[in-house]
């Protein structure tokens, strides 16, 4: 599966975002996807994650209760609404696919099999 991220840009702190990821190659309800980020100097973290289905999600919790993940399988795209954004939010966002099968809440940066090639966010205070 090949995976594309966008809508990343620079935001003020307090504001929205939505980033997208656009899969296609194999079908996209194979996949379990995430979000990840990788700040300047900093190793790359968990965001959230969403099953097959888009009935479960899960969430880091530097970012619950802020961002949101869905999924549309019809458009086969991945989704990350991003409210009250703060300038430790600012990091290259990563779209993830992983064709592991278990609780997604035990999922690690290895669960997942395939990337995409990360959108740039940016909060200034």
């Known amino acids: 599966v090949q995976l594309q991220a966008s809508g990343g840009g620079l935001v003020q702190a307090g504001d929205s975002l939505r980033l997208s990821c656009a899969a296609s190659?194999?079908?996209?309800?194979?996949?379990?996807m995430g979000w990840f980020r990788q700040a300047p100097g900093k190793e790359r973290e968990f965001v959230a994650t969403?099953?097959?289905?888009?009935?479960?999600?899960y969430y880091s919790d530097f970012v619950k209760g802020r961002f949101t993940i869905s999924r549309d399988n019809a458009k086969n795209t991945l989704y990350l609404q991003m409210n009250s954004v703060k300038p430790e939010d600012t990091a290259v966002y990563y779209c993830a696919a992983s064709s592991k099968w278990g609780k997604i809440e035990s999922y690690t940066r290895q669960s997942y099999d395939y990337w995409g090639q990360g959108t740039q966010v940016t909060v200034s205070s």
């Open positions: 190659g194999r079908t996209f309800t194979t996949y379990v």
């Open positions: 969403i099953n097959r289905s888009g009935i479960s999600t």
